[in-house]
């Protein structure tokens, strides 16, 4: 941690940078923001939401240079990466709503993505162009075919300057491979081959190849009635190119080597953290359900989300997490209307800071929560636009479960459960976040 950015004890300072988006009441159920992913070196920041549409941001040049660092970003390409559809064989619409965004790394000027709905993953070219051809010979400049009598002499092309387009193309479609919703993609560390998991299967891909894919696991029973868990989330080792995690709604998380066989239904780690029987409840199974798995920046280390709690697991330790969070204890008594209201079954996403010394996960009445892993201390901040002026700094947030509440305190009995932080980011190598609030994309930084 930048120690420029923390106060006396240790802690990140935050303080609010920008926030995108329309007012709530403007908002329809497509702007809602269905994923958020930064790229390599966090120059862009890519968002996809519930219309089908990718909104992708570039930092702002100035911002990342001034003095003191500002995390700005401006709008840099939108474009609809999918559209509804209907499959008639089993007579189900499928949605446009965009599940997941994967960059690759960066290779030549373009930039690459993969998204995904629940049933095709699509490659996008995002490429500049600020020169235009002009003087063709066989067309004119409008790209009206000339007429070949017309043409008496030959022209030598000359390339003009233009202004600055982004265009958006689809490289690559990858469909037809999954019967059920695809709930995760996961670039290799190769940056030749991605998987594809969805409730019972993971597919391998290869960039190169939309006609076929790879089944490498299968959990599927013969008899569906038997069917006790499904695949809630997987992703490929940063490093290790044979190896991938996928965790389940049971609680458990598998590690599998692609060396080991071609069908990775033998797993070669399985973690899971025994269940304290004093906690056993009606609710126990959901709660344990794990929404989000994320590796290590190292390679080390891998977080699990569940509803309640963000476990670190040391990848050589399989007994049990070597660190736990609770995001939301104080919820622990309100299961009960959370089941009722299905609010027990959000799928809370989590992420490493760029050094993997902090965790962010998301929470409701718009809070998200920081757990530094270095001081044990974390943070509740609240994303509202209340305080939406630059350089504002974040007053952590304090949630009280009964008797007499203090001043700075919100009562656990008003909180907004419609309004929940599922998706957030952070910036691969400075103290900058970006935080999925319903339609709006809040950008905080600490505080230079």
Excluded at 39 to 56: Q, S
Excluded at 195 to 219: F, H, K, M, P
Excluded at 265 to 272: C, I, N, T, V
Aim: proline fraction near 4%; include cysteine; hydrophobic fraction near 35%.
């Amino acid at each position: 941690m930048d120690c420029a950015g923390t106060s006396s004890n240790g802690d990140i300072q935050w303080c609010f940078s920008q926030v995108k988006g329309t007012l709530e009441d403007d908002a329809t159920e497509a702007d809602i923001i269905s994923c958020v992913e930064f790229n390599h070196d966090g120059d862009l920041l890519a968002t996809g939401d519930k219309g089908g549409r990718v909104v992708i941001f570039q930092r702002d040049p100035i911002s990342k240079n001034s003095i003191p660092r500002r995390g700005e970003y401006n709008v840099y390409s939108t474009f609809q990466s999918h559209e509804p559809e209907f499959d008639y064989l089993k007579s189900l619409e499928i949605e446009e709503k965009i599940n997941k965004i994967r960059w690759l790394k960066r290779k030549n000027p373009a930039h690459f993505l993969l998204s995904t709905n629940d049933k095709t993953i699509k490659l996008w070219k995002v490429s500049e162009r600020d020169k235009r051809v002009e003087g063709y010979n066989t067309k004119e400049d409008n790209g009206t075919i000339r007429d070949p009598a017309c043409i008496t002499s030959l022209r030598v092309p000359t390339i003009r300057p233009m202004e600055l387009m982004v265009e958006a193309s689809p490289r690559r479609i990858f469909a037809n491979a999954h019967t059920y919703h695809i709930n995760s993609i996961s670039v290799n560390s190769d940056q030749e081959t991605y998987l594809s998991a969805d409730d019972l299967r993971i597919n391998l891909w290869n960039l190169e190849v939309t006609d076929q894919s790879y089944n490498i696991v299968d959990i599927k029973p013969t008899n569906m009635e038997e069917l006790t868990e499904v695949i809630t989330a997987a992703e490929f080792h940063p490093a290790e190119c044979n190896i991938l995690v996928y965790s389940s709604s049971k609680g458990t998380i598998r590690l599998c080597d692609m060396r080991s066989a071609a069908l990775c239904d033998q797993h070669s780690k399985l973690f899971e953290e025994p269940e304290d029987p004093t906690n056993r409840s009606f609710f126990s199974e959901i709660i344990s359900s794990i929404s989000d798995v994320k590796l290590s920046n190292s390679g080390r280390y891998m977080i699990s989300r569940d509803y309640l709690s963000v476990k670190v697991w040391d990848l050589q330790m399989e007994t049990k997490p070597v660190e736990c969070y609770p995001v939301h204890e104080y919820l622990r008594s309100k299961l009960c209307s959370l089941y009722e209201n299905d609010c027990i079954f959000d799928k809370f996403e989590c992420c490493w800071s760029g050094n993997d010394s902090a965790i962010m996960t998301g929470s409701y009445n718009n809070f998200f929560r920081v757990f530094d892993r270095t001081t044990k201390r974390d943070l509740t901040l609240e994303a509202a636009r209340d305080i939406a002026r630059p350089r504002t700094l974040l007053k952590p947030r304090k949630v009280c479960t009964g008797g007499k509440r203090k001043k700075d305190e919100i009562s656990v009995d008003c909180l907004d459960f419609n309004k929940k932080i599922l998706h957030t980011a952070w910036h691969p190598s400075e103290n900058v976040v970006a935080v999925a609030a319903t339609n709006n994309l809040f950008l905080f930084q600490d505080k230079l």
